[in-house]
């Protein structure tokens, strides 16, 4: 499975935007780039997915490099609920290897 | 629809024992993933079913593990004498097949065994 990385842990400061990075390098043409959060003490949440294009949901915006070997979750103004661990998933097209692969994600913290 | 339903929430039992869990999956969905994440770490995939087939199962899943999706609804994992290695959190998801459907997680049933 191609791997992410991403860092450990991230603060910012409420009702600021975050940008939480994340390297691909190895990402293949047709790995699909997942985002998923989980809040404390709940499963994990969708955020956002996307292939080649910057895509926007209501949640959040996904950047994605040109070369698509990194991207970035960006949330246009943090607030308190949205501390968690986010995790940035490939997820490849070739079938029997379609499934979610969670790596250790980055958490949030959100200073008030 | 209220989403992934896991039950029991949480399960103490004693080593040697055996347990079992279920998810009721968002009824239209006809992928289910069952999911195990220890403190700390990201959750690692389990199995996961299209309909009632299984079709892939990991390496993680001993032979004390067995999960089955019965009519392609709920599903249940049954942990055969359980060992304390085997305190997680288990996680079940559902999707519609297809890579432009994301994940649709429940809440999880918390392991202990003691």
């Known amino acids: 499975d191609a791997k992410t990385t991403q860092p450990n842990s991230m603060e910012s400061n409420e009702e600021e935007p975050v940008h939480l990075p994340c390297n691909h390098s190895?990402?293949?043409?047709?790995?699909?780039i997942h985002w998923y959060r989980q809040l404390p003490s709940q499963g994990p949440e969708y955020v956002i997915h996307g292939l080649t294009s910057n895509v926007n949901n209501r949640m959040a915006s996904l950047a994605i490099a040109e070369d698509r070997k990194s991207s970035t979750l960006i949330l246009h103004r943090a607030t308190l609920r949205d501390a968690a661990v986010y995790y940035c998933?490939?997820?490849?097209?070739?079938?029997?290897?379609?499934?979610?692969?969670f790596g250790t994600g980055t958490r949030l913290t959100i200073i008030p | 629809d209220t989403g992934v339903s896991q039950n029991p929430r949480h399960k103490i039992t004693k080593r040697g024992q055996n347990v079992t869990f279920r998810c009721d999956p968002i009824?239209?969905?006809?992928?289910l993933y069952w999911y195990r994440q220890t403190l700390g770490q990201g959750p690692e995939f389990l199995t996961y079913f299209q309909n009632e087939a299984q079709l892939e199962k990991s390496r993680l899943l001993s032979d004390r593990f067995s999960a089955e999706r019965p009519k392609g609804s709920f599903s249940t994992l049954e942990i055969q004498r359980t060992e304390q290695g085997d305190s997680a959190m288990y996680l079940c998801?559902?999707?519609?097949?297809?890579?432009?459907?994301?994940?649709?997680f429940g809440s999880g049933t918390r392991l202990t065994v003691v």
């Open positions: 190895t990402i293949s043409g047709t790995d699909y």
């Open positions: 998933i490939l997820r490849s097209t070739n079938f029997g290897n379609e499934k979610l692969t």
């Open positions: 998801a559902s999707s519609l097949a297809g890579l432009n459907y994301g994940y649709t």
């Open positions: 009824s239209e969905h006809n992928r």
